[in-house]
């Protein structure tokens, strides 16, 4: 699953690495500062493919999916932040990832090993550094009464690579968007034929991972101190990759 992430990139620096023509709505008005610990029930910056200007856009949405029959977030039970590919089309996922696309920005993403009740976490990067998209879905979601509405989202998992696996010992991972395949995840294309052949374990190869202090497993924390290596010289050398 991916339960958190970390979006150390401002407004600026998305659009320049997305390549957004426009920073659409509330998004505008908006520092989007960079956020260490992103938790679902939070309002996020995710890209869409503006069909009528044939443009990315960015957009503020809710990191949870809400699907039409849920009248109230507050008494919604489904666990929806994450979207499991192998259910992609079926049920409530299945409108949204064949006309609903999006891409999360990200600097890293963290998952947690247990060791008897303690939970140590793991963050997860690029060996470049560079800022990347988890692949999601999304919809608009509007409340019974019509007082109420948002875009919301979903992340999709994926079977682990060898890094996630070996340092975690998960059985999923989030999905990771190549940049050579962005355009096509975005663009809507023909429903009869989804990208399902994108929905693949990232090259373990390209990524880098460290243990991070517990500070982390909070979300009332959200210090840039978030997810730095731990001191300890033996941990951090087991950590990296």
């Not at 409108?95 to 696309?101: E, P, Q």
């Not at 303690?118 to 509007?142: C, D, Q, S, T, Y």
């Not at 690579?161 to 975005?186: A, G």
């Not at 959200?222 to 001191?231: F, S």
Request: aromatic share 10%; charged share 25%.
């Amino acid at each position: 699953m991916c339960g958190r992430y970390q979006r150390r990139s401002d407004k600026q620096h998305i659009a320049e690495a997305f390549a957004l023509e426009d920073v659409d709505g509330l998004a505008l008005e908006l520092d989007l500062a960079p956020n260490y610990n992103v938790a679902p029930g939070t309002m996020q910056p995710v890209i869409v493919w503006n069909e009528d200007f044939g443009i990315r856009t960015l957009q503020m949405m809710f990191w949870r999916y809400l699907p039409p029959f849920c009248s109230d977030p507050k008494d919604f039970k489904l666990s929806t932040a994450n979207a499991a590919s192998p259910k992609l089309l079926q049920g409530i996922w299945k409108d949204s990832f064949l006309t609903r696309r999006c891409l999360i920005p990200a600097d890293t993403f963290i998952e947690w090993q247990t060791e008897g009740r303690r939970k140590l976490p793991w963050v997860f990067a690029m060996k470049n550094n560079e800022i990347f998209a988890l692949g999601g879905v999304w919809r608009h979601w509007r409340s019974a009464d019509r007082l109420r509405e948002m875009n919301t989202f979903a992340i999709i998992t994926v079977e682990p690579n060898d890094l996630v696996k070996e340092t975690t010992n998960h059985d999923r991972m989030p999905l990771i968007i190549r940049k050579p395949d962005w355009q096509r995840w975005l663009e809507p294309g023909v429903p009869e034929r989804p990208p399902i052949d994108l929905m693949r374990p990232f090259d373990a190869e390209l990524m880098k991972a460290w243990r991070s202090d517990t500070a982390i497993n909070s979300v009332r924390n959200t210090g840039p101190e978030l997810g730095a290596p731990l001191n300890d010289k033996t941990d951090e050398q087991l950590g990296m990759f």
